[in-house]
């Protein structure tokens, strides 16, 4: 067991919502508990594993962990519309990615999807992002709150009962973030690096390492998604018996339906607007059923006409009709976008489905 | 014990539906029925020893079972294979009144009882008067009925610990509140519909409110930091649920004495 951890970032401003999150606890559904998670792993799994970049650029002689989703589900700060300050006590090296909040250290603003090195007494701000929900704050080596089934992230309905961090487990003001020990890989004082433009000019590395890096770095752009945050979103979904006992012509008219993304969304679901009633008032109709398992993204339809889709905080069953599942690489998106956003839904195959999210994890399993 | 023939039309009934990228639901009738629910947890157990590693998580509930998988780990049509012979072939169908060819864990957990000792006094059960009257009967025959049955457990969800319980006597059953409680205090005993369960948190709930139980719903090892937990197997050491899915539950009615003697705290509800 390792000794409480000395390396701290403070929060020393905050009006946001701010949680550690890493990919979850899927494996404790069967107790009862929400698989929870990083709400956009595309995200998430960027500052990851730019950190893993970095770590290869500038420490190539560290033996580093062997298992790279290991390394890739190292936990990090999931800041919520910005509005937060952290201090840095010590020198570390970050990652920002997701929603853009015009991060700036010591006043002076930083490139979103990059890696920075921090120095003791920095400060780092998240201001409001004009678009989009979610940012992450990787630090090297990961976030260290304590662990609950296998996993450091937060959940909101679990707060208070002493799980992930006692007493209140969740991030607020004066909260020390605990860091790892290694939190700092910079051994060049450099202050930011930009990973997708910096090819090492170094004697210390082997060409074949040095020329995997740089391949994957080519690899690396992000997605132009997060410059199109306001633009109307396709939700692709795998469908379920309850569609399919529509007539065509209400499928369509579903399809065609622009819904928008209702206020009372958060990280265990999203609401959307009514649809009229000639398309749905049919799904709604059927019975409430005996509870039954949902997944991340099934599409739910309770009695008032007001479609959910299950994000990554869902609960493990529930008794709504069912319509389908949206497929991950798309619930990725969508839990980017905020009320009043419009979304719309289109069938698609399992295969399809299943295509999309193996080249997903390839994308940042990259073999290196 | 079921014939034959009533096995093979039960067998039919069971659905097989890739919902997910990395989930497979499996639905038998639309009932809450203890041999249907022995054989969901006989499927659970089989499906969790064929996937091995390729498993993430299996979770039963009353007439359902989703298996989370590695998608990336095994071909669909081994595990396609694999389950259409599962639910179709009568010889995988063990006898659902014998357990014999469940593995031990399933067995001791299906042949075990546990009593949950419940406070129905007024000063706590906060709805028990009005479901006297909606179910036109005595809070006497309320507080019988209740505790008279042996409930199957059929599903752990909610919130962590939170276990339904069935079937309630058709007597009892109701409705849900028409406006959700914010808040039902820790231990509440409740009933909606067909079900019965006990809530281990304050949390909001609409159920009817009947009793109160001084037993904790769970337990929770918060002092290991479990920096080496990666896997499933460890974490069942972590938490703990009082209920086990596939468990009896009896409810014993208990005095205000033994209630407070047990640690039971009288809440009143702020109107």
Same mark, same amino acid.
């Given at each position: 067991?390792?000794?409480?951890?000395?390396?701290?970032?403070?929060?020393?401003?905050?009006?946001?919502?701010?949680?550690?999150?890493?990919?979850?606890?899927?494996?404790?559904?069967?107790?009862?508990?929400?698989?929870?998670?990083?709400?956009?792993?595309?995200?998430?799994?960027?500052?990851?594993?730019?950190?893993?970049?970095?770590?290869?650029?500038?420490?190539?002689?560290?033996?580093?962990?062997?298992?790279?989703?290991?390394?890739?589900?190292?936990?990090?700060?999931?800041?919520?519309?910005?509005?937060?300050?952290?201090?840095?006590?010590?020198?570390?090296?970050?990652?920002?990615?997701?929603?853009?909040?015009?991060?700036?250290?010591?006043?002076?603003?930083?490139?979103?999807?990059?890696?920075?090195?921090?120095?003791?007494?920095?400060?780092?701000?998240?201001?409001?992002?004009?678009?989009?929900?979610?940012?992450?704050?990787?630090?090297?080596?990961?976030?260290?709150?304590?662990?609950?089934?296998?996993?450091?992230?937060?959940?909101?309905?679990?707060?208070?009962?002493?799980?992930?961090?006692?007493?209140?487990?969740?991030?607020?003001?004066?909260?020390?973030?605990?860091?790892?020990?290694?939190?700092?890989?910079?051994?060049?004082?450099?202050?930011?690096?930009?990973?997708?433009?910096?090819?090492?000019? =170094?004697?210390?590395? &082997?060409?074949?390492?040095? #020329?995997?890096?740089?391949?994957?770095? +080519?690899?690396?752009? @992000?997605? !132009? *998604?997060?410059?199109?945050?306001?633009?109307?979103?396709?939700?692709?979904?795998?469908?379920?018996?309850?569609?399919?006992?529509?007539?065509?012509?209400?499928?369509?008219?579903?399809?065609?339906?622009?819904?928008?993304?209702?206020?009372?969304?958060?990280?265990?679901?999203?609401?959307? =607007?009514?649809?009229? &009633?000639?398309?749905?008032? #049919?799904?709604?109709?059927?019975?409430? +059923?005996?509870?039954? @398992?949902? !997944? *991340?993204?099934?599409?739910?339809?309770?009695?008032?006409?007001?479609?959910?889709?299950?994000?990554?905080?869902?609960?493990?069953?529930?008794?709504?009709?069912?319509?389908?599942?949206?497929?991950?690489?798309?619930?990725?998106?969508?839990?980017?976008?905020?009320?009043?956003?419009?979304?719309?839904?289109?069938?698609?195959?399992?295969?399809?489905?299943?295509?999309?999210?193996?080249?997903?994890?390839?994308?940042?399993?990259?073999?290196? | 014990?079921?014939?034959?023939?009533?096995?093979?039309?039960?067998?039919?009934?069971?659905?097989?539906?890739?919902?997910?990228?990395?989930?497979?639901?499996?639905?038998?009738?639309?009932?809450?029925?203890?041999?249907?629910?022995?054989?969901?947890?006989?499927?659970?157990?089989?499906?969790?020893?064929?996937?091995?590693?390729?498993?993430?998580?299996?979770?039963?509930?009353?007439?359902?079972?989703?298996?989370?998988?590695?998608?990336?780990?095994?071909?669909?049509?081994?595990?396609?294979?694999?389950?259409?012979?599962?639910?179709?072939?009568?010889?995988?169908?063990?006898?659902?009144?014998?357990?014999?060819?469940?593995?031990?864990?399933?067995?001791?957990?299906?042949?075990?009882?546990?009593?949950?000792?419940?406070?129905?006094?007024?000063?706590?059960?906060?709805?028990?008067?009005?479901?006297?009257?909606?179910?036109?009967?005595?809070?006497?025959?309320?507080?019988?009925?209740?505790?008279?049955?042996?409930?199957?457990?059929?599903?752990?969800?909610?919130?962590?610990?939170?276990?339904?319980?069935?079937?309630?006597?058709?007597?009892?059953?109701?409705?849900?509140?028409?406006?959700?409680?914010?808040?039902?205090?820790?231990?509440?005993?409740?009933?909606?519909?067909?079900?019965?369960?006990?809530?281990?948190?304050?949390?909001?709930?609409?159920?009817?409110?009947?009793?109160?139980?001084?037993?904790?719903?769970?337990?929770?090892?918060?002092?290991?930091?479990?920096?080496?937990?990666?896997?499933?197997?460890?974490?069942?050491?972590?938490?703990?649920?009082?209920?086990?899915?596939?468990?009896?539950?009896?409810?014993?009615?208990?005095?205000?004495?033994?209630?407070?003697?047990?640690?039971?705290?009288?809440?009143?509800?702020?109107?």
């Amino acid at each position: 067991m390792s000794a409480k951890p000395k390396n701290h970032l403070t929060v020393i401003k905050q009006n946001g919502f701010c949680s550690v999150q890493d990919l979850g606890r899927m494996s404790s559904q069967h107790l009862g508990f929400s698989a929870s998670g990083a709400a956009d792993e595309y995200a998430f799994l960027y500052a990851n594993y730019l950190l893993f970049l970095a770590q290869k650029l500038f420490q190539p002689c560290v033996q580093l962990n062997r298992h790279l989703t290991h390394n890739l589900n190292q936990a990090q700060l999931e800041i919520t519309l910005g509005q937060i300050t952290f201090k840095a006590e010590q020198n570390c090296t970050i990652a920002i990615t997701g929603a853009d909040c015009s991060v700036s250290i010591n006043d002076k603003p930083v490139n979103n999807w990059q890696i920075h090195h921090v120095k003791t007494h920095d400060i780092i701000h998240f201001s409001q992002p004009k678009m989009g929900l979610h940012s992450y704050l990787g630090v090297a080596g990961g976030i260290q709150n304590k662990q609950w089934l296998g996993s450091r992230s937060q959940t909101s309905t679990e707060k208070g009962l002493g799980f992930n961090n006692a007493p209140a487990d969740t991030i607020s003001l004066n909260y020390r973030i605990p860091l790892a020990e290694h939190c700092n890989i910079n051994d060049r004082n450099k202050e930011h690096y930009n990973l997708t433009s910096t090819i090492p000019a =170094s004697g210390r590395f &082997d060409l074949e390492q040095a #020329s995997k890096v740089a391949f994957a770095q +080519k690899q690396l752009t @992000p997605s !132009t *998604f997060y410059k199109e945050l306001n633009k109307p979103l396709t939700l692709r979904f795998i469908p379920q018996s309850l569609w399919h006992s529509f007539a065509k012509k209400q499928q369509t008219a579903f399809c065609k339906h622009q819904f928008t993304i209702s206020a009372d969304s958060n990280r265990m679901g999203y609401r959307l =607007s009514e649809t009229p &009633d000639d398309i749905t008032s #049919s799904m709604s109709n059927t019975q409430s +059923k005996l509870s039954k @398992p949902v !997944t *991340f993204g099934t599409i739910q339809i309770p009695s008032k006409n007001q479609p959910i889709v299950l994000m990554k905080e869902r609960q493990t069953i529930g008794g709504y009709p069912v319509l389908g599942s949206v497929i991950q690489t798309d619930l990725f998106k969508l839990s980017q976008l905020r009320p009043g956003n419009k979304i719309q839904f289109s069938p698609t195959t399992l295969s399809f489905a299943q295509q999309q999210l193996s080249a997903f994890h390839q994308k940042f399993c990259f073999s290196i | 014990m079921l014939k034959a023939s009533e096995k093979s039309e039960n067998q039919s009934l069971i659905s097989l539906s890739y919902i997910s990228e990395n989930a497979v639901l499996l639905e038998w009738p639309e009932k809450i029925c203890a041999t249907q629910h022995q054989h969901i947890m006989f499927c659970q157990q089989q499906a969790s020893a064929f996937l091995k590693e390729v498993l993430i998580d299996c979770i039963a509930s009353y007439a359902s079972l989703i298996i989370y998988y590695k998608f990336e780990k095994i071909q669909h049509d081994t595990l396609n294979t694999f389950l259409l012979e599962l639910i179709q072939n009568p010889t995988n169908n063990n006898n659902p009144t014998s357990t014999s060819s469940n593995s031990n864990h399933v067995d001791s957990v299906e042949n075990s009882l546990i009593e949950i000792p419940v406070y129905y006094g007024e000063g706590v059960a906060w709805d028990i008067k009005t479901v006297a009257q909606q179910t036109k009967l005595s809070i006497e025959e309320v507080i019988q009925l209740h505790s008279q049955t042996t409930y199957r457990a059929y599903a752990l969800g909610f919130t962590p610990g939170f276990c339904y319980l069935g079937r309630l006597p058709a007597q009892l059953q109701l409705p849900r509140k028409s406006s959700p409680r914010l808040s039902v205090p820790k231990g509440a005993v409740a009933i909606a519909e067909q079900q019965t369960a006990i809530y281990p948190n304050t949390s909001p709930g609409g159920w009817h409110i009947i009793g109160q139980t001084p037993l904790d719903m769970y337990h929770a090892d918060l002092t290991s930091n479990n920096e080496e937990n990666k896997n499933s197997a460890c974490q069942s050491s972590q938490f703990n649920s009082t209920i086990q899915v596939g468990q009896s539950v009896k409810f014993v009615s208990i005095t205000l004495e033994e209630f407070l003697s047990l640690g039971g705290e009288l809440i009143k509800e702020i109107s």
